[in-house]
């Protein structure tokens, strides 16, 4: 018995897989330790400032695989900076950018390129997942709007699956078998945050929710920039929570695939973002005036239950 695979999916695990084609690990970057570890010490800086739960998460995995978590996450960081700063995205900036981050041997005072190119050449993360999430974060200079869930999955997975592809050389992982897991968990997560943001991306000229399903539960934009919360918006928003944690539950599996020292962290991060839907519900699905969020003690009185389901999960077959 063959087993249906929805078009965004094998649309996304060809991107995935295609990455590894002609892949050959970066030179070892040469700097000296003192400025190394300057620049990981301000990517640590920058992701605390930018995302407590990317920053906890980050805090559950080994020193070594911690920092290198940190550059990651400064490397994203700057690139979605450069699309959505205050004085308008561009495209020549963009591709400037491009060109320093995936240098090899970058600039000593430029702490961000320097901890990831390091952390690039230390673990052997495929340059073309890094080259996919700038495309990915690209597309917002262009398209503030998606057709279809088809469309808005490969969105998600240039924005976010490479980040998890990319973060699973970091703390490694089995093999070519846990690719579907990480690339369905990206968009998991992307989706909570499209979830979490409507009303902040409307106001900042954009709208992420599939346009198809918006019609097919009678609404339209004219709803979301008035912040209504009706019957039609609350069966929408259900569909959509629905799906999202399906698609988590589908994830969840794979992190049984990924080295013993990250399977914590990324559970945990998995975890306090589903965590944000609960929030949604609880406040009636309004994602127009407030923003949903999962407090500090939240996230720490969650902990020791992911503990104890990450040491229970079974291997996929």
């Not at 900036?93 to 050449?121: F, G, I, K, N, Y």
Request: glycine letters at 6%; one cysteine or more; aromatic letters at 10%.
């Amino acid at each position: 018995m063959s087993l249906y695979t929805p078009p965004w999916e094998h649309r996304t695990l060809t991107w995935a897989h295609e990455a590894l084609e002609n892949h050959t690990p970066a030179e070892p970057v040469a700097a000296d330790q003192e400025a190394l570890e300057r620049a990981y010490d301000y990517c640590r800086a920058l992701t605390k400032s930018h995302s407590r739960t990317f920053y906890l998460a980050a805090s559950l995995l080994p020193w070594a695989e911690r920092r290198a978590v940190y550059a990651l996450y400064a490397f994203c960081r700057v690139t979605d900076d450069l699309v959505d700063r205050a004085d308008g995205p561009s495209q020549p900036d963009l591709d400037a950018w491009r060109q320093r981050a995936l240098a090899t041997h970058p600039a000593s005072d430029d702490p961000v390129t320097l901890a990831w190119a390091d952390t690039r050449a230390r673990y052997g993360i495929p340059r073309r997942y890094a080259e996919q999430l700038m495309e990915g974060v690209a597309c917002d200079l262009a398209q503030t709007r998606y057709a279809t869930f088809e469309d808005l999955a490969a969105y998600c997975y240039g924005v976010a699956s490479t980040v998890g592809l990319m973060t699973m050389y970091i703390v490694g992982f089995a093999g070519e078998q846990a690719i579907p897991y990480a690339v369905k968990l990206g968009i998991a997560l992307q989706l909570t945050n499209i979830l979490r943001d409507v009303g902040e991306d409307w106001r900042a000229g954009r709208c992420y929710l599939p346009q198809e399903e918006l019609a097919a539960h009678g609404l339209t934009e004219a709803d979301i920039a008035a912040g209504r919360v009706g019957s039609r918006w609350r069966a929408f928003l259900r569909f959509q929570i629905a799906r999202n944690r399906r698609l988590y539950a589908e994830a969840l599996p794979g992190i049984a695939l990924l080295g013993p020292a990250g399977r914590l962290a990324v559970a945990a991060a998995a975890e306090l973002y589903q965590a944000i839907l609960d929030d949604i519900e609880a406040h009636d699905g309004d994602v127009f005036h407030r923003r949903a969020h999962v407090s500090l003690w939240g996230k720490l009185h969650r902990l020791p239950g992911i503990w104890w389901r990450v040491r229970r999960l079974p291997r996929p077959a």
